[in-house]
């Protein structure tokens, strides 16, 4: 892996720099939606990039643990977390944490940056306590304008989610974001993007892609350092069926609940 991918500085948005509202709102929904299950459980989140939720998970859990496999995303994080937050560099696929340690695991828009999903799954079943969750969210690749990013292995969709989990424990799939319901300007521009997706031209800058985004999504906001969770209002995810390509939802999350009776602590 090149030094380039190791950091992934240029496929990350930064504090401090311009995104689309849509982003912010994908980026505040989704710790909402986690921070349900997190309620005084013991979580850890396995590739925490630069932080922006992990103060709301801190809140809401009982114990809470972070990390990535980017010393540089990690350098960002502590700068703006300090003590707040322990931090450990690592690969998901190899995890710092003791046997059934963890009620909760939280893999967000990282997914396909991991190379072995088989090796993932092992570790979560090892870091797991029974009737813990692993929770994921990742952008829908089955959507006919889906582009993968530069540095990415694989993308699941539904029925690889099932497929790649179903040893673990029970999957749940949700989506979020109906296409049909974005705005008028998403929906006159997404052939034009289908188009040049299909064409290869998509730009692989962050600043080709901000150009795009300001065209696409309008009026940009700032990326926060952290997110309190109340920036939008929270729209909870519609139930898929597990096992099923969805073709109407930007993101889709995922639960998979390991087999096993859960642990009363």
């Not at 689309?20 to 309620?39: D, I, P």
């Not at 969210?137 to 006919?144: E, F, P, Y």
């Not at 600043?207 to 909870?236: D, H, N």
């Amino acid at each position: 892996m090149s030094a380039v991918a190791q950091d992934f500085l240029d496929v990350t948005e930064l504090a401090g720099e311009p995104i689309s509202a849509e982003q912010l709102e994908r980026l505040a929904n989704r710790y909402v939606w986690a921070g349900e299950y997190c309620r005084d459980k013991d979580v850890a989140e396995i590739a925490c990039g630069t932080g922006p939720g992990l103060g709301l998970l801190d809140r809401v859990s009982h114990t809470f643990d972070a990390g990535d496999f980017s010393a540089a995303m990690l350098e960002i994080v502590r700068a703006h977390y300090g003590a707040r937050i322990s931090t450990k560099q690592f690969d998901a696929q190899k995890m710092p944490y003791p046997d059934a340690s963890k009620d909760v695991l939280i893999l967000f828009e990282a997914i396909y940056y991991i190379e072995r999903i088989d090796r993932l799954a092992d570790e979560c079943r090892r870091v797991l306590r029974p009737g813990g969750k692993l929770l994921i969210a990742t952008a829908n690749k089955d959507l006919a304008d889906f582009n993968p990013s530069p540095h990415s292995h694989r993308y699941l969709g539904g029925a690889e989610l099932q497929r790649e989990f179903s040893g673990l424990g029970s999957v749940e799939l949700f989506g979020y974001l109906d296409i049909g319901q974005v705005s008028w300007r998403q929906q006159i521009l997404r052939p034009i993007k289908m188009m040049v997706v299909g064409l290869g031209l998509m730009p692989k800058s962050m600043l080709g892609k901000r150009l795009l985004k300001r065209l696409v999504f309008g009026q940009p906001v700032i990326m926060p350092a952290e997110i309190s969770g109340t920036e939008v209002q929270y729209q909870p995810p519609d139930v898929l069926t597990p096992g099923m390509p969805d073709r109407r939802h930007k993101v889709l999350y995922c639960v998979v609940t390991k087999n096993g009776p859960a642990v009363d602590k």
